[in-house]
């Protein structure tokens, strides 16, 4: 057997025609539409006028008739309303006919098969470039990681200066605070910088025979500046480098201090100050205070509590002309006068919370009235048990004069 059965044959041809949505038109020899048939509609060829020039109505015939060659295919032609066909040109006598055969399924999954191998490609590009840039950025690495290795014996030694002259300027700073006395006060003091250099000092001397100064100040701030401005002012105390100042007023020290260290004249620095003169023969202690925490008088035993001596006063180089005011007190025999930083008493406790000062100020009447060993080393003591096993966020200084 060497054709199909008819029936099958007749089948098959059905479903073909079915799926392609033949449509056919008949021109003649004027290339004027002379018949048309099919599923014209599905090609947006409902309107055919016959007779009517063909090419006009159907621009896709434009340049093709009259046929050169018969049979004539051209494939996939793109038609209204997002169509694709295969034209068939026919010539048959001195007419030609031309049948279209929907082919837009096809089209559509070439067209998806391209995409497909565009998009294929294009990430293939963006693979070979993420690689490029991956290997530039390991080389990279690579040349970081040598500069790195080669400069870690260079940053040690950087380090190690650093430190070493932190530690000196620390040594220097402690050299600048005075030794401790017995006569005729008993006065003792405890320093405990912390980790970073720091801006704590404070000094006490005699001013002429009848007079006694005692001071401690805290510069802003930590590292070298700090510690040198802290330096600086200390000197001038000690010195008594202020001119046309009374150095037996504190009110006067404070004013002749501030027009000396303007912050603006020492990168932004200030600080604060306790500054008092005792005298001896009245037992009469007159003080003054810029932005620092109060001096605490503790009368003997302690058991009456502690008086806490602080005045009005901005810290010294914030303010242009800044006022302060020397108050005074008497001071009863075998009175305990505390000098303190802050970094004395705002302790960071292990569960967060900071230590009130009027805890703090309780715990010392209590180290006085004691009486067992040293009230310093005890509240030194006690100062590291609240702060758990933290390194000091700030220096801790604290000067204890017995009268």
Known sequence: MTTLPASI????????????????????????????????????????????????????????????????????????????????????????????????????????????????TLMQEKEAQLNRRLEAANDALRAAHRELEASRAALQRAHDRLSQGLKEAADYVRSMLPSPMSRPFDIDWRFLPSTQLGGDSFGYHWIDERAFALYLLDVCGHGIG?????????????????????LRDPAQVMAGLNRIYRMEEHYDLYFTLWYGVYAPA??????????????????????????QLASRGAPIGTVAH????????????????????????????????MLPFDAFVDVVCSLETAHAGSALDRLLAFIREQGGAREPDDDLSIVRFAF
Not at 325 to 350: C, H, K
């Open 322 to 353: 800044g006022a302060w005011r020397t108050e005074s007190v008497d001071v009863a025999q075998r009175s305990s006068l505390y000098l303190l930083s802050d970094g004395a008493f705002e302790i960071l406790r292990p569960d967060g919370t």
């Open 282 to 307: 009245a037992r009469r202690l007159e003080y003054a205070a810029a932005g620092h925490p109060p001096a605490l008088l503790i009368p003997a035993g302690g058991a009456q509590g502690a008086q």
């Open 9 to 120: 044959e007749q089948a098959l041809h059905s479903d073909l025609l079915a799926q392609r949505s033949p449509a056919w038109l008949q021109i003649d020899a004027a290339l004027a539409l002379a018949g048309a048939g099919g599923c014209l509609a599905h090609y947006g060829l409902g309107g055919l006028r016959i007779g009517a020039p063909a090419a006009l109505q159907a621009a896709f015939l434009e340049g093709l008739l009259p046929l050169v060659e018969s049979p004539l295919l051209i494939r996939s032609v793109e038609l209204s309303g997002e169509r694709a066909a295969d034209l068939h040109f026919h010539a048959h006598g001195d007419q030609s006919w031309v049948v279209l055969l929907d082919v837009t399924a096809e089209r559509n999954e070439s067209r998806l098969v391209q995409q497909k191998a565009y998009e294929m």
């Open 226 to 246: 700090p510690s040198l401005l802290s330096v600086a002012v200390l000197d001038t105390l000690r010195s008594g480098s202020l001119p046309n100042v009374d």
